[in-house]
C-alpha cells in the first residue's frame, strides 16, 4: 500500500474524477522495447517512493501539479498525433483515477504504464513497464536531492519498494511486460539476478531474458557518459537486454520531453 502520496486533494469533486497532471506531451519513447515509438506522455504527480536519483523530481520529492479531469486529459491526448499512450509518474498507480484513465483511452491507444512495480492495477495495459527498485535507489543523508531532513524516506523507501505480489500481478496482467532496472554498477547485478528469480518463482508467465532491460542511470547526457557503456556490457555479459535513455542523449533533461 501506499505510505504518502504528498499530493493533497482538492476539497470538493464536482467536475468528476480528475487526476494531479504535472505534464502531458507528446515525444518518442525513450526507453524500453517500444523506445523510438512516437508517444504522448500523461505524467501523474506524488509517488509512494523517493529515489534519490528520481528524474522526476517534481512528480516525488517536490510534487507539482494541475488537476484536470479525466475528459481534459482525454481531450488534450486527442489534439496531439500519437497513436501510443504513456502514462506515467510519479507513480500513476497510486491514483486510482489511473485506471479510469486507461479504460477510457484503450479502444484508441495502445497503453504503456511506466510504474515503480509496487502497486497492482485491473485497468487495461498493453505494456507493463515495470521498474523494480533496487537498494542502490535508497535516499540517504548523503545522495538525496533536498537538504530536508529525508531519513523518514530512507525507512519507508527501503521497506516499500519491492513488493512480490504485485511485479507477479503486473507481469501477469498486461498484454506485454519489461522489468526495467535502472542500474548504477556493476553492484546492482547480484540484486537484479536474485529479484529476477523470485518473480519467476512467484508470477504464472514466463519471464525471459530478453523481458528483462538494463537501462543505465543519469538524468543528464554527463551522467550517462559514465553509466551507459558500463551497464551495456553488463546487459551482453549477463545475457539481458540493454535499453537506452533516447530523450536524454536527445534533448538532455529537458521538460517535455
Ligand atoms: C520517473 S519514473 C515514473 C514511473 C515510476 N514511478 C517508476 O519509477 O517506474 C519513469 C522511469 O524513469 C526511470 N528513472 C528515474 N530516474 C532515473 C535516473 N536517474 N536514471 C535512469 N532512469 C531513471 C524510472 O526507473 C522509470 O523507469
Ligand atoms: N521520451 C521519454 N521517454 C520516456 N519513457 C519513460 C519516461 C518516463 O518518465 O516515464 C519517459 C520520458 O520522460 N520521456
Ligand atoms: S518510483 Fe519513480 S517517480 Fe517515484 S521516486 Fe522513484 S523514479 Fe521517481
Ligand atoms: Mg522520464
Avoid at 507539482?64 to 479525466?70: S, Y
Avoid at 553492484?187 to 525471459?208: N, T
Avoid at 523481458?211 to 543528464?220: A, N, W, Y
Wanted: with cysteine; net charge negative.
Amino acid at each position: 500500500m501506499p505510505v504518502s502520496d504528498s499530493v493533497s486533494r482538492p476539497d470538493t469533486d464536482a467536475d468528476g474524477q480528475r487526476l494531479p497532471i504535472n505534464e502531458l506531451f507528446a515525444s518518442l519513447q525513450g526507453e524500453g522495447k517500444l523506445a523510438g515509438v512516437p508517444s504522448t506522455f500523461v505524467r501523474t504527480s506524488g509517488c509512494n517512493l523517493r529515489c534519490w536519483f528520481c528524474d522526476s523530481y517534481h512528480t516525488s520529492w517536490d510534487p507539482t501539479h494541475a488537476w484536470m479531469a479525466l475528459d481534459e486529459i482525454v481531450a488534450e491526448v486527442e489534439t496531439l498525433a500519437p497513436t501510443h499512450v504513456v502514462v506515467t509518474g510519479g507513480e500513476p498507480l497510486i491514483h486510482g483515477e489511473t485506471a479510469t484513465l486507461l479504460s477510457e483511452l484503450a479502444d484508441d491507444y495502445h497503453l504503456t504504464v511506466e510504474t515503480n512495480g509496487t502497486l497492482e492495477t485491473d485497468a487495461p495495459v498493453d505494456l507493463a513497464s515495470i521498474s523494480p527498485k533496487l537498494a542502490s535507489s535508497t535516499p540517504t543523508a548523503e545522495n538525496a536531492p533536498t537538504d530536508t531532513d529525508t531519513s523518514v524516506w530512507t525507512e519507508r523507501h527501503e521497506s516499500a519498494r519491492i513488493d512480490l505480489d504485485s511485479l507477479a500481478s503486473l507481469v501477469e496482467h498486461a498484454e506485454d511486460f519489461q522489468l526495467k532496472f535502472v542500474v548504477t554498477g556493476r553492484d546492482d547485478m547480484a540484486e537484479i539476478e536474485s529479484l529476477v528469480e523470485d518473480v519467476r518463482g512467484v508470477a504464472k508467465r514466463e519471464i525471459r531474458d530478453s523481458d528483462v532491460l538494463l537501462m543505465p542511470e543519469g538524468q543528464t547526457q554527463a551522467a550517462l557518459a559514465h553509466t551507459r557503456t558500463a551497464v551495456a556490457e553488463l546487459a551482453a555479459e549477463f545475457g539481458y537486454r540493454y535499453t537506452p535513455r533516447l530523450h536524454v542523449d536527445l534533448w538532455n533533461d529537458a521538460p517535455e520531453t
